[in-house]
Every structure is written in structure tokens, then in C-alpha cells.
């Protein structure tokens, strides 16, 4: 069976198929095609931005006579962006830091993009692949387990890409066949500035994935409004406690997914990914089921994820130095069909015993 023939997917991505069939114009190719005044100062420039985005979900509903006008609302969230990182809010840690004149936060991701690989990935989700796959390096989490932590962990590496190079790269890739142009890392977040500039040099009609940890700050998930067509969100813990102990974040990581999760419902379309960690089946994987099913229904796509290993510096943390058991990831299937939730992917890989 052709995999977009599965009711699943067509229910909780039919957007992003039609799309990706060229049927449908992408979001941002929309975004470009809607007139919007360019501002000096951050409180007009948001003021605008509200005014412009009434006539982009108009637009939405009804997609005929798409062209590009400048300026537009995608030059506009380009220009929001490019304040913003002066005084940097992309995300819930709200360093502060003026990244323009080389100040760094938390992410240690300067002004310029940098690039750690980009090709054809056929190893995501099949209603992905081929997905045109940008790492980005660096990473506003620092996950002690992260299996791409030479990537998220060392943002100098990889080379320099401007955006002008990485809208030929997914103008080329698209002619050859890739499904979406999927942002990732590392941690696409800490560039989004350089990511809208891509995107409003960018031809071609293709998916924006936003392959996320999901911890951005509410003003830029406005600025993603109309930009994503689906957020491949990684929501990995069930409270506040795990995610400071693991991944060194703040308090207020459930409120920060929860939140984020809810405005993507609203804006675009969801694929979750849950990773399942050893000794985290009550106090992670359970509660993040339930509050998927509880807030978002029951046809929210989410791919229960088994390939857990230990990486990084996860042998100094006594709960997850193995990989995961097959009665844990059995357990946690179970769990999302008690749950509700039935278009779910479920994996199988080597487990310990």
C-alpha cells in the first residue's frame, strides 16, 4: 500500500500531502504573496504583522491568485526576526544577548548559520522521505544523553551557509525529489533569522518541516505561523523535574511544550515524536501521551520512538545508562491505545533484555 494511502496520514497531514503534490501553495509561499508594510520599530513592526496575518489566514481558506508582491508579510517576519536577535527571545530561555554584535547565549549560535550536513534523508518518518534534511549545528537544550551531540553540543562546527545558499540547495534537492525541506539540528530555533531570509529567496513550492524541541518563545512561534506547514515536535518529558535533570532546562518546560503544542494545532499540522527512556515510562512517557490525546484528539499522528542508546554523558546518570526493554516500550504502546490515540507508529529495534 502506498503509505499516503493510510487514513492516518491523510487525516492528520492531508495538508502537507497536497502540498508536497504541488496542489497546495507551501505557507511561506503564501506569506509572500501577501502585502505588508516594513516598519522601523519592533512595536509597529508587530502591529503590522497583526493586520497582515488577518489577510493570511483569509488567503489560507481560499489560495487562488497566489503572487508574490513585496513588500510582504515573509520580508515582515524576516524583519521581527532580525530585531529580535538583537536582544535574543527565540526561545523560552530569553537570553538577552545581542547576537548581532557577537554576544552568545545559552545555544553559543552566533549571527551566521552554520551547517553541519544537508541530504536526502530516507531514515524519518515514511510520510517524510526523502526529506530534504538541513543540520544545523548548536542547540538551546543540552540533552545528557543526545545522540547528535557532536552536532547540538559544538555549534562551530560544520561551514557557513547564507541564506542564499540554502534556498538553492532546497531549489535543487526539490527537482530531484525530496518531499519537504526539514529543518533540523542541533536545533533550527536559534537560526530563524537566517531561515525566513532563505525562505523568501526560496522558488520553489515545498513543506516547511520544523523539526523542533519545541521550546520557542511565544513571538516566534508568531512568526512561524504561516511559515510552518508541520512541526515535527519532540516532546520528550512529562514534567519539569526530568527535563532540568536531563536536558538542564528551567522550570516551565511542560508549560513551554504544552502551550507551543496547543498554537501548532491551531497553525499547522503535528507529527510527535516521543522518545522513550529506561525508568521514564511513568513519570515522562505517560503523562505526554495523555495530554497529546486529552488536548489534541485522538488522529494526532505520533511515532513512539524505541531507539534510545546511551550517548553523550548519560553513563553518569544511574536511570539511563541502557538502552530501553522491550516490556517499557511494550508498556508504553499499551498505554497510548488506553490513551485513545490510535494513529500512532510504533518501532522495533534491539532492546535490552
Known sequence: MNVF??????????????????????????????????PAGISECWAEHSKAMKKFSKLLNNPQHVEEVRPNLLELKQRIADLMIADCSFCERTCRVNRKKGELGMCRVGYESRISSAFEHIGEEPELVPSGTIFFSGCNMSCQYCQNWQISQFPSCGEVWPPQKIAEWVEHHRKFGIRNVNLVGGEPTPNLHNILASLQLCRVNIPVVWNSNMIMSQETMELLNGVVDV?????????????????????????????????????AEIL??????????????????????????????????????????AAGISDITRRITKKEYEEVADYSRKAGLWNVELQSLLFSE
Open 231 to 267: 512541526y515535527l515536535a519532540d516532546f520528550k518529558y512529562g514534567n519539569d523535574g526530568c527535563a532540568k535533570r536531563l536536558s538542564l532546562m528551567p522550570q516551565g518546560y511542560w508549560k513551554t511544550l504544552t502551550r507551543n503544542s496547543l498554537a501548532a494545532s491551531r497553525h
Open 272 to 313: 510527535y515524536r516521543h522518545l522513550v527512556l529506561p525508568n521514564h515510562v511513568e513519570c515522562c512517557s505517560k503523562p505526554v501521551l495523555k495530554w497529546v490525546s486529552d488536548n489534541l484528539g485522538d488522529s494526532v499522528r505520533v511515532n513512539i520512538m524505541s531507539q534510545y542508546r546511551p550517548e553523550y554523558r
Open 5 to 38: 494511502d493510510d487514513p492516518g496520514i491523510q487525516k492528520a497531514l492531508g495538508r502537507y500531502v497536497r502540498v508536497m503534490n504541488d496542489e497546495l501553495p507551501a505557507r511561506f509561499m503564501l506569506c509572500k504573496s501577501v502585502p505588508a508594510a516594513i
